[in-house]
């Protein structure tokens, strides 16, 4: 990578960015190309440089977008860590640039860059520390109304979906 | 060894790894009413340490959104809590106190980052251990949930937390 980016630099430090860029691919997304399919394996994780995605899920057949992610966002851990499907849809709505590194990568990360996937490895761990609690936190707060009582469907299904878009990072937008 | 090996974070650790780790722990007791931790506090001090609960029982305790203070959960042996503050110095999410006599193995922050420096191999292992143990619970939390968007019926997600 030529220059480190400064919303990298933001997010994980000056000498975490710099230990870790080298180590990233930078790729081009078209608009409407999918960064990643809700249940195909994506084992990436990826940093947006610039431009917009848009994240869904399909539910009885209909496209429900929990929200848009933005330049400075990080995508892909889930995958990137158990090799499992991606847990929504990701597409981008304006054409946009990438970083990413693999699964595959990082094994070899650990053996020959250990620095580099210590710092990638603890960003993960405080990104998806956050994203649970937050998830949890927000379940609480909906359900911990001694008063709480079933809600109408679509009510439901709004504090739900809320709760998805914390789970999967798309309402981390910039 | 065989006592780290009941822990499921630890489960797939070689022998070797296991050997290094207990030997960098420190086993404590501690009295009912003792508080390994407080929500809000922060755990990148020198201090913060992962804890694994070899005998006993802790409570895990929260503020409620309403006011109050709730139980959470309680954890007993084969357990472990501090481990996402061991790694990344963020702010306690919950307090731990033990809710009586309690054996504790002990991993101080400071021990574990000069580990990084010490074997470098082990410290990513535990690394990611910790990452999968994260995507694992939000892995499952999200599907609950998005079974429950899917059917309309929060019952299920409601039942987990209450």
């Not at chain 1, 996937?117 to 949890?136: D, F, G, N």
């Amino acid at each position: 990578m030529s220059a480190i980016s400064t919303l990298l630099v933001d997010s994980l430090g000056e000498e975490g960015a710099a230990t870790l860029a080298p180590h990233f691919e930078r790729v081009q997304v078209a608009v409407n190309e999918h960064v990643f399919t809700d249940g195909q394996r994506a084992a990436r994780v990826v940093f947006v440089l610039s431009g917009s995605l848009e994240a869904a899920y399909d539910s009885d057949g209909s496209r429900v977008v929990l929200g848009q992610v933005g330049p400075g966002s990080w995508l892909g851990e889930i995958g990137f860590i158990d090799w499992g499907p991606a847990t929504a849809t990701v597409l981008a709505t304006e054409p946009t640039e990438l970083l990413c590194i693999h699964h595959g990568q990082l094994l070899a990360l650990a053996e020959d860059h250990p620095a580099a996937a210590s710092v990638l490895l603890r960003h993960i761990t405080r990104v998806l520390a956050e994203r649970l609690q937050k998830s949890k936190s927000g379940i609480l707060r909906q359900i911990e109304d001694e008063e709480f009582v079933v809600e109408p469907v679509e009510q439901t299904r709004g504090w739900l979906s809320r709760t998805l878009s914390w789970l999967v990072g798309a309402s981390e937008a910039a | 060894m065989s006592t780290l090996r009941r822990f499921s974070l630890l489960k797939d650790f070689s022998d070797a790894d296991l050997e290094l780790l207990g030997r960098l722990m420190v086993t404590e007791t501690h009295h009912r009413g003792h508080v390994f931790m407080r929500e809000g506090a922060g755990a990148g001090s020198v201090r913060s340490a992962l804890f694994l609960i070899l005998d006993g029982t802790v409570e895990v305790t929260a503020a409620r959104p309403v006011g109050g203070f709730a139980v959470r959960r309680s954890m007993g042996p084969g357990d472990m809590f501090g481990m996402v503050g061991l790694l990344t110095g963020g702010v306690r999410s919950a307090t731990v106190t033990a809710a009586g006599q309690v054996q504790t193995a002990k991993l101080e922050k400071q021990t574990f980052d000069l580990l990084f420096r010490k074997n470098v191999g082990l410290h990513a292992r535990f690394q990611l251990a910790v990452a999968r143990q994260l995507a694992s619970d939000i892995r499952n939390l999200r599907n609950l949930v998005k079974e429950a968007i899917d059917t309309g019926d929060a019952g299920p997600v409601v039942e987990r937390f209450r």
